[in-house]
């Protein structure tokens, strides 16, 4: 089992800035793949964005592309989501995902934390 739990989330501005932290402890965190996700109101939950076990490599989705920015660090089992130019569209709840298969992650999940609201107002 792996656990993973996010924080960070919050209220900002059109415009503004948010960096997301997901906390990762029971199971070898290097070997997993990174993602996440996020679930608006009334709206199914969509894909953000994926890094590689080793970081080296991402893809994100096309509405975030440019904007969100995944890193994480294996010394420390944490992954981040840096979000900038936030609008009004990108209030959701977000939650980290891991998985084994990187190329993979925007389907296949392994382990999901328990999300943490972002709302972003004009």
């Known amino acids: 089992q792996m656990q993973l739990v996010e924080s960070g989330g919050g209220l900002v501005q059109v415009g503004g800035s948010l960096r997301l932290s997901c906390a990762a402890s029971?199971?070898?965190?290097?070997?997993?793949?990174m993602g996440w996700f996020r679930q608006a109101p009334g709206k199914e939950r969509e894909f953000v964005g994926a890094?590689?076990?080793?970081?080296?490599?991402?893809y994100y989705a096309d509405s975030v592309k440019g904007r969100f920015t995944l890193s994480r660090d294996n010394t420390k089992d944490m992954a981040y989501l840096q979000m900038n130019s936030l609008t009004v569209e990108d209030t959701a709840v977000y939650y980290c995902?891991?998985?084994?298969?990187?190329?993979?992650?925007?389907?296949?999940?392994?382990?999901w934390g328990q999300g943490t609201q972002v709302t972003v107002s004009s």
């Open positions: 995902a891991a998985g084994l298969v990187y190329q993979a992650l925007a389907q296949q999940v392994d382990y």
């Open positions: 029971g199971r070898a965190f290097s070997t997993y793949a």
């Open positions: 890094c590689s076990w080793s970081g080296g490599n991402e």
